[in-house]
Nanobody
Framework: VRLVESGGGAALSGGSQRLSCDVS????????MAWYRQAPGKQRELVAS??????TYADAVKGRFTISRDNSKNTVYLQLTRLQPEEIAIYYC????????????????WGQGTLVTVLS
């Protein structure tokens, strides 16, 4: 089981991007899914999460970014709008996964990251 991200790339300041993250391997259960980002020289920070339909957002992105999830596909999306140059970062997908029904607990997985560049 692994997380495979797509999307990202370059966008103009004020523009939009859409990121996708697929959970491969057909796990038994996927609980929380989230997006984090890490800007150059900064720590990784939580951008948005979705758990059982409940979404949370970092204050900096509220009203501009939207996280959504397709449970039938085990895919999570992040729609980024009104991007700012300071939001240049590697965006990482994160998920809590139970691989098998008999698995003891959920494990946390990370995607490889996808770079979002904002051109001013």
């Amino acid at each position: 089981v692994r997380l495979v991200e797509s999307g990202g790339g370059a966008a103009l300041s004020g523009g939009s991007q859409r990121l996708s993250c697929d959970v491969s391997g057909n796990p038994f259960s996927v609980r929380r899914m989230a997006w984090y980002r890490q800007a150059p020289g900064k720590q990784r920070e939580l951008v948005a999460s979705v758990t059982h339909g409940i979404t949370t957002y970092a204050d900096a992105v509220k009203g501009r970014f939207t996280i959504s999830r397709d449970n039938s596909k085990n895919t999570v999306y992040l729609q980024l709008t009104r991007l700012q140059p300071e939001e240049i970062a590697i965006y990482y997908c994160n998920a809590e996964i139970k691989c098998y029904k008999v698995s003891y607990d959920y494990v946390e997985l990370w995607g490889q990251g996808t770079l979002v560049t904002v051109l001013s």
